[in-house]
């Protein structure tokens, strides 16, 4: 609460942005009433964790962006998050319109972001199945040790470790029956995994 009894959020701020969502379509689409909807945007009531998520997902919207006010999101980026990358073997890479939504992501340098959700246990010492790993598509340069998106001749995306000397991709896993990948031809660098978010 602020200095002048208000519960600070986005909430208003996302509806006006939504445009074609009112109050009372809100709070149907969420489960609550719209007396609640209107005491959050109107910051006269504290808006719960848990409605602030599903507003958000209503509003195709990270959930920072409904739970924190606009000037808390100073340095934060908006990453579309782009459906599943496989951590295990190859496994085809759906298009971007599998789109899942946004997260608002504090401190990346710059760079062209997309977010990942994580399936598979290849790489589960550094990103356990479910976790979201952030991928700058315009940071392709191989460097030793640092994590990448690849793709195969036939489109399949993975991610896993790059090494030197030979030539690998490995995975960073308690899987002790997975083998590194050793390409017979350059694969394509879709990018380098930057960051990995655990979900709790």
């Not at 100073?74 to 899942?100: N, Q, Y």
């Not at 598979?120 to 952030?134: C, N």
């Not at 392709?140 to 990448?148: D, I, Q, R, S």
């Amino acid at each position: 609460m602020d200095e002048k009894g208000k519960w600070l959020n986005g909430l208003a701020d996302a509806m006006k942005v939504a445009g074609n969502i009112g109050p009372t379509q809100l709070a149907n689409l969420v489960g609550t009433s719209k007396q609640n909807i209107d005491r959050w945007a109107d910051q006269s009531r504290k808006l719960p964790l848990d409605f602030a998520e599903k507003i958000a997902k209503a509003l195709n919207r990270a959930p920072a962006e409904i739970y924190m006010p606009k000037d808390a999101r100073v340095g934060f980026e908006r990453v579309r998050h782009i459906t599943w990358i496989s951590a295990g073997k190859l496994a085809h890479h759906e298009p971007a319109d599998g789109d899942i939504g946004h997260v608002l992501i504090g401190g990346l340098p710059a760079g062209e972001w997309v977010a990942l959700t994580v399936d598979g246990d290849s790489m589960d010492r550094i990103s356990p199945p479910e976790s979201i790993i952030l991928v700058n598509l315009r940071d392709k340069k191989l460097v030793p040790n640092a994590c990448y998106v690849i793709e195969d001749e036939e489109g399949n995306t993975t991610y896993k470790r790059y090494r030197a000397n030979p030539i690998r991709f490995e995975p960073v896993s308690t899987n002790k029956d997975l083998e590194p990948l050793y390409p017979k031809k350059p694969l394509k660098i879709i990018g380098r995994v930057r960051r990995s978010i655990l979900q709790m």
